[in-house]
């Protein structure tokens, strides 16, 4: 059982920056692969980002690529997102998601945290 929770968002302004966290607990943690997904209101939750276990691989959908870094630290067993060049576009909750794939789909991941709301305004 692995158990994810992120922080780190708020509301910023169009332009800003904020670094999303996610922080896991639990066996073996650290050998999981580890994506960011998205939800705005009305909308599906959407991939992001993802990075696998070693940090090694990274991908990122289209609207993010050169605005949102993911990174992970797993000495603190922590995955990071970067959240540069805001749009009001990215007002979302944003989780992070634990699972054994690299991949952009929601049933490559296994264990979900709460989430953790970002605000852009314009």
């Known amino acids: 059982q692995v158990e994810l929770v992120e922080s780190g968002g708020g509301l910023v302004q169009a332009g800003g920056s904020l670094r999303l966290s996610c922080v896991a607990s639990?066996?073996?943690?650290?050998?999981?692969?580890t994506g960011w997904f998205r939800q705005a209101p009305g909308k599906e939750r959407e991939f992001v980002a993802a990075?696998?276990?070693?940090?090694?691989?990274?991908t990122y959908v289209d609207s993010v690529k050169g605005r949102f870094t993911i990174s992970r630290d797993n000495a603190k067993n922590t995955v990071y997102l970067q959240l540069n060049s805001l749009k009001p576009e990215d007002t979302a909750v944003y989780y992070c998601?634990?699972?054994?794939?690299?991949?952009?789909?929601?049933?490559?991941?296994?264990?979900w945290g709460q989430g953790t709301q970002v605000t852009v305004s314009s």
């Open positions: 990075i696998d276990s070693r940090g090694r691989s990274t």
């Open positions: 998601a634990a699972g054994w794939v690299t991949g952009d789909r929601r049933q490559d991941y296994v264990y």
């Open positions: 639990g066996r073996t943690s650290n050998t999981y692969s």
